[in-house]
């Protein structure tokens, strides 16, 4: 089993509509969580830490399930330029150490 | 501010040549990390160095070394190069440990034929 699990897609979303991607995680002790955005043969840039509580940045919002052991993002009123790949990011416990999902893929249709 | 940097952005290699990856970031940053990227994989941590002096061995260091010997500059060097090396490698930073964020570099592609 993959440490970092997401569902490839890609998902086709058309444009102003809500989009949700879930990430599994196996390792019960990961204390951190990202969600990076990458673009077509681009640097990964972080879209945004994810917090036990949940947490939103304008059109974005992220939700941590330690019981299940999973994290999700949710794109509200999607735009063309949210067409990207999107990784799913666990700290390991020794804090030193990222473990990466392979990423979601999304394209937003006008 | 330029981030990070690294060079070269394209190169191809032959098996058994040897090459070194170099990154520099101007933030002052103590931790810097490598990357590889395959595709349809996540990233694959091969080095990271928590300070100048100190490097450790990440998820895959076969066939690669670091060295730290300034705060901006963290070069990867690849002996022996094999097809399997061939990826986008990554370098990035970042202030405090992994639960802060990283910052990339645009990346170098390596084809090694």
């Known amino acids: 089993r993959k440490e970092v699990e997401q569902d490839p897609g890609p998902f086709n979303v058309p444009e102003g509509a809500t989009v949700a991607f879930n990430c599994t995680y196996s390792?019960?002790?990961?204390?951190?969580f990202f969600w990076y955005r990458q673009d077509c043969r681009k640097e990964p840039k972080l879209l945004m830490s994810?917090?036990?509580?949940?947490n939103e940045d304008g059109r974005f919002t992220a939700q941590l399930n330690r019981a299940s052991q999973y994290i999700s993002l949710l794109i509200r009123d999607s735009k063309l330029s949210d067409s990207a790949t999107y990784l799913c990011?666990?700290?390991?416990?020794?804090?030193?150490?990222?473990?990466w999902g392979a990423g979601t893929k999304l394209i937003i249709k006008p | 501010n330029a981030g990070v940097t690294q060079t070269p952005k394209f190169r191809i290699l032959k098996i058994g040549q040897s090459m070194t990856l170099q990154c520099t970031q101007d933030?002052?940053?103590?931790?810097m990390y490598w990357y590889r990227q395959d595709p349809g994989m996540g990233l694959k941590l091969i080095y990271y160095?928590?300070?100048?002096?100190?490097?450790d061995k990440g998820e895959v260091p076969n066939g690669y070394n670091v060295s730290r010997s300034t705060t901006e500059d963290f070069p990867l060097r690849l002996e022996l190069a094999a097809p399997s090396q061939t990826s986008v490698y990554f370098c990035?930073?970042?202030?405090?440990?992994?639960?802060?964020?990283?910052?990339f570099g645009p990346g170098t592609r390596l084809t090694v034929l």
């Open positions: 160095s928590v300070g100048a002096g100190i490097t």
């Open positions: 990035a930073s970042s202030r405090r440990d992994s639960t802060d964020t990283q910052y």
């Open positions: 994810v917090y036990s509580s949940g």
């Open positions: 390792n019960s002790a990961s204390q951190s």
């Open positions: 990011v666990v700290g390991r416990d020794s804090n030193y150490q990222l473990i």
């Open positions: 933030m002052n940053h103590n931790y």
